[in-house]
Structures are given as C-alpha cells and as structure tokens.
C-alpha cells in the first residue's frame, strides 16, 4: 500500500520528469547543481487554471497526496486569486503546491465569456472517471496499492495537468493577453507546472545571491531583481521563461502557432519564520522553524517570469 507520503514521492518524480522534457532551462539547471556537489530538492511547483472544476478536482487529488489547502493569496493587479497546498506541520522540507486560479470577475464580461468558452471545450474533452474513482479508494483506504497508484499518478500529471481539448482560439489568447498575460499564459500551457523550484541551500549555495550569481555567468537570464531582502524568511528569483511556438486555432479554424511565455525555474532560499511582532519562531524541539508558506509580495514579482503579453504584429501573422 502506498501512503499519501509514498504518493506524493511518485507524483513528485513523475511531474518533475515531465517537466524536464519541456523545459530546457530546468534540465541545464539541474546540471549546475550537480557541478556544485549540491543535491536537488523540489520546494515546489505551481499551476494556474482557469476552470474551477478542474482546481477542485486538483486539490482532492492533492488530499491523497498529503496535501492540504492552507493559506490564501490575492494578486489583482494579475487578475489572479491563489492559495498554497502544504504537508501542514513545522517540516518545511515536503513538496508543496501553489495554485492560481484566473479571477474571471476581474476581467471585461466578453473576456471571461471567452476564457469560458475555452474552459467548457477543454472539460468535453476530458474523461477523468476512472481517476475520480481511485481517488475516492484513497480517501477510504488512507493510499493505493502499486497498480492504482502508478494509474493515479499518470492520470494526475499527464491527464488531470493539461489541455486534453482543441488549442486555444488566437483571438482568446489575444483578448486575454490584452487584460493578464499571466492568465494569458496559463489558458495558453493548461494547468501544468509553470515553475518547479529548487532550494538554494540543497543545491550545495551559501545563499540566493551565491546561486543566482553563478546562474548569470551560467548563461541563464533571471528577472531583474531578488525578492526578499537578505536575512528575511523567504527570498526567490526565478529564470525568463522562454517564448515557445504555441498551437492555436486560427478565426477559420485552422491550425496556427502563437509565441507565449509559459514555463521557467525558480530558486528559492527559506530562513527562520518569525513571528508578528519579529520574534523568532522555533520548532517544538528548540530548532529553528524555517518559514514553509508563501508571500504575495514576492509571488507578484515571481509570476512576471511567465506572462504572455499582446503582440499585435506577431500574433496576428
């Protein structure tokens, strides 16, 4: 029988896998650490969806894995509302999952009709019955025996975290890039990892300047500035995602390609949490206790490395 936390280890290594096959970066990154005599350890990964069925889907799903959701995180100026799936106790070391859902309420009514639209194609195309069912064996059994737990994983990471429908219609993906190009990007990757992390300290670094430095004269391109001041409880950067030709349905229905930004990798440093009055916080056995949740101050920063903003003239060729 395979615990939530022997679970969450093969969702882990499956979802990590796909991502390695899509995102160049994240391959030469992982190498990096490697050189450094650093060990890779995934803080986390985050999805954006635009369906609420599919985020419900995802968080039960994520319940089987010893997820659970936490706390709450609003981003309006990026049309975004989200929250973070966590192992809740003082371990800040388990894999974790921040989810972003697009705020349909905050963009023009013709805007979320068609962002609407795209979501009721994608879920026609879906069939996620036979998951639903091994997620309620789970839920009454506490894990899955091997077969349905490799049948669990593979429908969550290659089924449940994708665009099962038809591409996306070019003048959605405009009309929606024109208001969010976060939410543009995600309609444009489905809910799949858009980052994966790695913690700076694991990958053998002194600190996030250490790796971010090292990353720089690497070749890899890192948004403008570190978010966290040194010595705080969570500090991030992350790569550029590269643009990617995107399959699209043109107005008469033909194939087309659009260029979106989608995917990209985050480092991540984790200090001593603290409490509201800047007291020091420790673990039940006198260690510190490293800060595991997230702050909307830097995830704002940190989504501006996947936004897919309008481009009349390349997107309309």
Not at 99 to 126: G, M, N, Y
Not at 300 to 305: G, N, R, S
Request: charged share 25%.
């Amino acid at each position: 029988m395979f615990s939530p936390g022997a679970l969450r280890e093969l969702f882990v290594e499956a979802a990590t896998a796909k991502f390695a096959r899509n995102v160049p970066d994240f391959v030469a990154l992982r190498q990096l650490v490697r050189e450094n005599s650093g060990a890779f350890h995934n803080d986390h990964g985050a999805i954006r969806t635009a369906d609420p069925a599919v985020r419900a889907l995802f968080v039960r799903a994520a319940r089987v894995i010893g997820l659970r959701r936490e706390l709450d995180y609003a981003f309006p100026a990026k049309k975004l509302v989200s929250f973070d799936l966590q192992v809740v106790g003082e371990d800040a070391a388990p894999f974790k999952v921040f989810v972003s859902q697009i705020d349909l309420a905050a963009f023009p009514a013709e805007v979320a009709e068609l962002i609407r639209q795209d979501c009721t194609e994608q879920a026609a195309a879906a069939d996620h019955g036979a998951f639903v069912e091994l997620i309620g064996r789970a839920e009454q059994a506490g894990g899955l025996p091997r077969p349905d737990a490799e049948r669990f994983v593979t429908h969550m990471v290659e089924k449940l975290m994708a665009r099962p429908g038809p591409p996306l219609k070019r003048a959605t993906l405009e009309a929606v890039a024109a208001v969010s190009g976060e939410a543009a990007s995600a309609l444009a990757l489905g809910p799949d990892f858009n980052h994966i992390t790695i913690n700076v300290r694991a990958a053998g670094f002194a600190g996030i300047e250490d790796m971010a430095g090292t990353m720089q004269k690497a070749g890899f391109r890192l948004l403008p500035q570190i978010q966290g001041a040194r010595g705080s409880k969570l500090r991030q950067t992350a790569t550029m995602a590269a643009t990617m030709e995107t399959p699209v349905r043109e107005a008469d229905g033909s194939p087309g390609t659009a260029q979106t930004e989608k995917q990209f990798v985050e480092i991540i440093e984790r200090n001593q949490a603290l409490d509201g009055d800047g007291t020091p916080l420790w673990t039940q056995s006198g260690q510190p206790l490293i800060f595991r949740n997230f702050l909307a101050a830097n995830a704002e920063k940190i989504f501006d490395a996947a936004s897919t903003r309008a481009r009349p003239d390349a997107m309309s060729c």
